[in-house]
């Protein structure tokens, strides 16, 4: 089952002599449950085409549609609602809200859509995330790793039904990147959330079960890897 649709996506930076095609009519579609990782070098457009799957970043021409919806669409109010529930972004550098200790950073997104907090749930990601001591610290009291594990927290809090990772061990030596991918590994299987990861790490990119790569703004390749856990 398609859960999300890409089509004939394009975003321009600047005019003129400072145009910068940053997408140039790309089209694909992810199936839900799926781990995607997408590849290229620095200036592909592949964050560029992340941001614009989360809800972050209007695409000049072309769609997107997530479970259907038309994102786009959308007015800035019905966009914000939809990225706090649709999508789970995870960045390279945290984005942590420094005076908020891990507990609050995690249930934020919650507590800005005015829900109550599942403390199940969050019981959970605090046992799997290896935060349950930690979860009175605030960011700088924590390592790099841990850092990106309240971020990973953050992003699944709310269940959202695609997680979006940009760059996420961009920060983290090979143990806790390994850990890192583990953890995105563990929800894809375990929640049955897509998965887009943006990596430079050709490691990690074998690790999914779908690899796109990006050059200067198309899709040059699309390989699947693996079959989907079922």
């Known amino acids: 089952m398609e859960i999300i649709k890409v089509e004939n996506l394009t975003k321009v930076y600047g005019s003129g002599n400072n145009e910068v095609r940053a997408l140039d009519n790309v089209s694909f579609s992810i199936e839900k449950g799926e781990f995607l990782a997408i590849i290229g ?6 964050s560029t085409l992340l941001h614009i799957l989360g809800g972050v970043d209007e695409p000049t021409g072309g769609r997107v549609y997530v479970n259907g919806q038309d994102v786009y669409a959308q007015n800035e109010d019905q966009l914000a609602v939809f990225r706090r529930r649709q999508v789970g972004l995870i960045y390279q550098f945290y984005n942590l809200i420094p005076v908020l200790d891990v507990e609050e950073n995690i249930t934020l997104p919650v507590l800005m859509d005015g829900a109550p907090v599942n403390e199940t749930r969050l019981k959970e990601l605090l046992d799997v995330l290896g935060l349950k001591k930690r979860r009175h610290n605030l960011p700088n009291q924590l390592s790099g790793g841990q850092q990106q594990r309240v971020s990973i927290g953050r992003a699944l809090m709310n269940a959202p039904a695609v997680v979006l990772a940009d760059e996420p061990t961009g920060n983290l030596d ?5 850990e890192i991918v583990e953890l995105l590994k563990m929800s894809n299987r375990n929640y049955g959330q897509t998965v887009v990861i943006i990596t430079h ?17 198309r899709i040059v390749k699309d390989d699947r890897i693996r079959g989907m856990a079922s």
């Open 174 to 178: 090979s143990r806790n990147s390994q």
């Open 201 to 217: 790490d050709e490691n990690i990119a074998l690790q999914a079960d779908r690899i796109i790569a990006v050059e200067d703004g």
């Open 41 to 46: 070098p620095s200036g592909s457009g592949k």
